[in-house]
């Protein structure tokens, strides 16, 4: 399903179907080659979809550049 539609250009759906089956790393290579719209959708597609708190916490305020976030969750595990 991935490469059918890499071969008609649909990278959003590519990067949609490469995400929903685990393939992380090639649905943020096709998003990308989508531009920042499609690769700032697929980022977000991910983290609603992480149930770990390493992604939750740390990376997803780290991408929308929320260091307040960081700081606050580590003062919570201390």
């Known amino acids: 399903m991935i490469k059918k539609n ?7 759906y590519a990067a949609e179907a490469a995400l929903k089956h685990g ?5 943020f290579l096709i998003a990308q080659m989508g531009g920042p719209n ?3 959708d697929i980022q977000e597609r991910y983290f609603s979809q992480q149930k770990d708190p390493f992604v939750s916490l740390i990376l997803k305020p780290l991408f929308h550049r929320n ?9 919570a595990h201390e």
Do not use: F, H, P, T
Request: aromatic residues 4%; proline residues 0%; hydrophobic residues 55%.
């Open 38 to 40: 499609m690769l700032a």
């Open 6 to 12: 890499l071969m008609v250009k649909n990278l959003q």
């Open 67 to 75: 260091y307040e976030s960081i700081v606050s969750a580590e003062g």
């Open 23 to 27: 393939r992380v790393a090639e649905a």
